[in-house]
């Protein structure tokens, strides 16, 4: 019941975002894949997520051929740097949009919709302000939203891109916290796109270190700070 990463490629035009890319982490890990711009982040992300085809390679999740299954089926959340909310629907619109948008037959029933957005509302530490908008919200408020929002279809995995990257730099610590509280409690795999090596460190089970579309190195914080595997990681550590 792991995570698997085969050898994937992906090609824009000439260009090799994805050259091999290949990781193993167990279902319920928290991943953080770091690395420098350009290095195939946000592309492994987006292929996970099924909005990108990959080229070649494949990928497992929960027993699941992932790849050939379509994006809806794979039921995987997304948390965007942008936040992404609908700006016309309330807070509390926005978080049961997933569940609203099904198809009848698979769609809950309104109550049960309410239901979830209160409990996801107080998940994430935003109880009472359902009835508001995004522009009433801090940037930190907005991006619990979004994540309460990726809860709510009960995702299989959690896709987060660069998520804190529009906070200031107290918002982004107090959020980090959370965020890790929030995936132990939910118990999702979570994959974290970021550029931000204490973010990794701090934050995840497992940093995959990325460079020119592979995988350098994949290890515990502690492994890979203590051991860097080539002559990037290292190098890219100590900048």
Known sequence: ??????????????????????????????????????SGKTTLLRILGGLEQADSGGVRFADLNWLDMP????????????????????????????????????????GEIRHRVEELLDLVQLGGLGGRYPSQLSGGQRQRVALARALAIEPRMLLLDEPFGAL?????????VWLRHIHDKAGVTSI??????????????LVAVMNAGRIEQLGTPADVRRDPRSAFVAEFLST
């Open 1 to 38: 019941m792991s995570l698997i990463i085969d050898t994937v490629v992906k090609k824009f035009a000439r260009f090799p975002a994805l050259n091999g890319a290949s990781l193993t982490a167990p279902q319920g890990a928290f991943v953080a894949l770091l690395g420098p711009s350009g």
């Open 168 to 176: 200031d730099a107290k918002v982004r610590k107090e959020l980090r």
């Open 192 to 205: 974290f796109v970021t550029h931000d090596q204490d973010e990794a460190f701090a934050m995840a089970d």
């Open 71 to 110: 994006a809806r089926e794979r039921k995987a959340g997304f948390v965007f740097q942008n936040y992404a909310l609908f700006r016309h629907m309330t807070v509390a619109k926005n978080i049961g949009f997933g569940l609203d948008v099904r198809p009848r037959g698979q769609r809950p029933a309104r």
